[in-house]
């Protein structure tokens, strides 16, 4: 079992900055590929970035050059910084886990690929 634990989300304004965290406790060792989603009202789940246990990392498009995902791994803490988040960027931001074993793909990048989910996190943009 992995329990998941989002922090830091918020009210930010257009072109600021805000830190996500999630922490991970449990049977962390069987931790592969750890990844953000969000999903905004209306809107599909989208995944929004993903690192693996080698740190091999992806970003959605969207985001390339603003968020960057990294992973402290004596933390047991994957972050995701967000720089100059636009409005469109608002949603419930969840972090997950992938146990057990690497995905095909170069990350995880399915929901359904992941095992373990936080509660999540609301980042609202606005100014």
């Known amino acids: 079992q992995v329990q998941l634990v989002e922090s830091g989300g918020g009210l930010v304004q257009p072109g600021g900055t805000l830190r996500l965290s999630c922490a991970a406790s449990?049977?962390?060792?069987?931790?592969?590929?750890m990844g953000w989603y969000r999903q905004a009202p209306g809107k599909q789940r989208e995944l929004v970035a993903a690192?693996?246990?080698?740190?091999?990392?992806y970003s959605v498009d969207s985001v390339k050059g603003r968020f960057i995902i990294s992973r402290d791994n004596a933390k047991n803490t994957v972050y995701l910084q967000m720089n100059s988040p636009k409005p469109e960027d608002t949603a419930v931001y969840s972090c997950?886990?992938?146990?057990?074993?690497?995905?095909?793909?170069?990350?995880?990048?399915?929901?359904?690929?992941?095992?373990?989910w936080g509660q999540g996190t609301q980042v609202t943009v606005s100014s």
């Open positions: 690192i693996t246990s080698g740190a091999n990392t």
């Open positions: 997950a886990a992938k146990v057990g074993y690497y995905c095909s793909g170069y990350v995880c990048s399915a929901p359904s690929e992941y095992d373990y």
């Open positions: 449990g049977n962390i060792f069987s931790i592969y590929d």
